[in-house]
Each structure stands twice: as C-alpha cells, then as structure tokens.
C-alpha cells in the first residue's frame, strides 16, 4: 500500500467514518479510498473489547423492542438484555438507540425502582486476543493492568455511573455498594491467571474479574446509568487502560485527605490509598442519607446533595510517583480537579460523546436529563 501522506482536513474526515466512535472496522466496500485505507491501517490498536448489560423495570420495555432484543428477568427483579463485548462497539450502542427511537420506545431511564429494587447495568472488558503480540507483553499482565487500571482510574469517576432519582437527588442506588463494594484491591500477573482459570469466579466489588460460564471479563458493578453515558465511560476508561499498557504499569493512588462528612468544617484524616477506597463506601452512602433526610424534613426535592459532594470529602489526592494516569498529574488538591482533569484529556471534545462530558463538567444531573440522553448520539446540530 502507497505510504499516502494525509492532510489534517482528509483525518478529520476519515476520522468520521473509521475511528472508535463509529463501531466495528470497516470491510474493504466500506472503505472510501487509499488516502483512508492509509488512516485506518494507521489508527491505534484497540486493547480491549467491551459491552454491557442493560436493566431496567419490566414495566419500560415495550412489546416491540422485546421482539428484537432478546430479554430475561434478572434474579434482583429487573428485566435484563445486553450488548456483548465486542470491538468498537459504537455501532452497537448506537443501533440499539436508534432502534428505541425508530420504535418510539423511549422510556424513563431509572438507577432503581419500586421499593429500591436496583437497575445495575453492569460493564464488561475483555484484553482482546491480539494485544499480548502487539504490545509484546504475556496475556495475564495485560489482564492485571487492566483491572489494576480499571479498579483505580474508575472510584475517581463516580458521579459518572451514578443515574439518582426524583425526590431523593443524585445519588446511587439503594444497596449499591452491597453489590458493589468498593474495595482496594490489585492482581499480580500469577494472581490474575489463578482467577481467570478459575470456572466460575466473581465478587460483589465495584469491580471484579467475572469467568461465569467460562467467560473471561473484568466487570464493573457500580454502574447503572444510561447506555449512551455508559459508552463515553467506556471510551475514557479504554483510553486510559491503552496508555497504560503501553507503559507497562497501572495508576497508583498513594493517599488522600478525608472528610467523613460534606460539611466544610468537618475535620480532614489524610489516610492511605486502602482508607480511602474502604471509606468512599462509607461517604456516598452517607450522601445519599443526607439526601433522604432532606427529602423527609423538608418535603420537597434534595437536589443541592449529590455526589459532586464527593469535591468536599475526598481532597489532596496524590499517586505515587510514575504511577500517573498518563497524561494527568501526580497531586490533585480536589475530587472534581482531578475528575474534569481525566473527561477533558480522554474524552473526545465534539459530539457525540463530548455532549456527555459537558453533562458532567457543567455538573449536570442525568436524571434530570432523562430525554436528551437518548438524543446523544444525533447529528450534529441537531
């Protein structure tokens, strides 16, 4: 193939129809030209594949989206449908959006239900085949990284997985850290392989290596928001995860300052990476406490306690040295700094995922969005 030489406007315009945004790689009648060709056979490697389960109330799903996507009754009550890992999976999320809208079934996004039945629309990762030979590394380090990676990068993007509801503000769903604890806990290559061989292995953390069925994925439990909002996560925490396979080394947070309650005059504990993890279950339950208690005593919504009160009660966040996000800073003095720090770096800033990180940046409450996410992936202008 000619070595073509491309011009910023020719990758910008290649960019539209092969980058990871758009799904699957494109088959030869898809290709345009050799001027793209070039593009494509260029892009970086994507190491992971990734999809994830989709639950909501019985109650949302119409008959017609049933007809097309194959749904069962999750055993915690909701109905359950999902979207496989698979690379580039923007086609994916995209058709299955697009299907909701062409058969007017959009619905009412919801984190729980009922008397705080949860929705937990779990992600799933998986290092493809390829990347060991790519990145010259042995197949259970690149799975070690990866869930290091995961588990660190993803406590730091909490109000991004968190959907909350009417009357009770931004905040997770009842039980969340039940089912998924946060948790501070690394695998070494031999660790990892011991699991990942393993027939039937999976723990209720925010995030978990998961081999049911045979099946090898790293899961995140956390997670109950939109698919559209979902993807973005997606792409983030895959970019992050590329750069640090790449380096060879996951983040490390080494420790950070606590506040065991969002008021400002509470007093800080500066406490090491395993406190702060254990303690970030005790702080957004917490929040979520003062949102019912406002809710209770004052009668009208709780709006004003969310977790962006996470920029109040976790500060001072320092990793240790090397051990960067890549691209990112060792010491961040707040929660928030260092969250618009890792959306502004690795998430793309035009639409349709940039349209989500203006969400989260402007500290918007999804479900105070409920009808727009379904519109995020429009054209632009639109």
Request: hydrophobic share 35%; with cysteine; charged share 25%.
């Amino acid at each position: 193939m000619t070595d073509y030489m491309m011009f910023e406007d020719e990758v910008k315009e290649a960019r539209r129809y092969y980058s990871e945004f758009k799904g699957e790689p494109p088959t030869i009648e898809e290709i345009v030209d050799d001027r793209h060709l070039a593009y494509v056979q260029r892009y970086v490697p994507m190491v992971l594949s990734f999809g994830w389960e989709i639950e909501q109330p019985d109650t949302r799903i119409c008959h017609e989206l049933r007809r097309v996507y194959e749904w069962h009754h999750d055993y915690s009550g909701p109905l359950e449908t999902g979207l496989k890992p698979v690379l580039y999976p923007g086609r994916r999320v995209h058709q299955f959006i697009r299907t909701i809208k062409n058969l007017n079934c959009e619905w009412e996004w919801v984190g729980e239900y009922g008397l705080s039945v949860g929705c937990g629309s779990h992600l799933h990762f998986a290092i493809r085949w390829e990347t060991p030979h790519v990145y010259n590394i042995d197949m259970y380090v690149a799975w070690a990284i990866a869930y290091n990676t995961l588990s660190e990068v993803s406590v730091l993007l909490l109000p991004m997985f968190a959907w909350g509801r009417e009357r009770l503000g931004f905040v997770f769903r009842d039980r969340a850290t039940y089912w998924a604890k946060i948790i501070c806990k690394r695998y070494s290559p031999e660790s990892a392989r011991r699991v990942l061989n393993m027939y039937d292995f999976r723990e209720y953390h925010h995030v978990t290596f998961n081999t049911k069925g045979g099946k090898r994925t790293i899961e995140i439990r956390l997670n109950e928001t939109h698919p559209a909002i979902s993807y973005a996560i997606c792409i983030i925490l895959h970019r992050i995860t590329r750069r640090c396979i790449e380096r060879g080394r996951s983040p490390k947070i080494l420790s950070a300052g606590i506040r065991y309650s969002p008021a400002e005059e509470a007093e800080i504990h500066y406490e090491t990476r395993n406190r702060l993890f254990l303690n970030l279950n005790y702080i957004i339950n917490n929040i979520r406490g003062l949102a019912e208690s406002a809710r209770r005593y004052t009668g009208g919504t709780s709006e004003t306690v969310s977790l962006y009160a996470l920029n109040s009660c976790v500060l001072d966040i320092k990793f240790e040295r090397g051990r960067e996000i890549p691209g990112l800073k060792s010491e961040y003095r707040s929660y928030l700094e260092l969250m618009d720090d890792i959306i502004k770096t690795y998430l793309p800033y035009y639409p349709p995922l940039a349209r989500v990180g203006r969400l989260f940046l402007h500290r918007g409450y999804p479900y105070l969005n409920a009808n727009a996410v379904w519109d995020v992936f429009a054209p632009f202008g639109e």
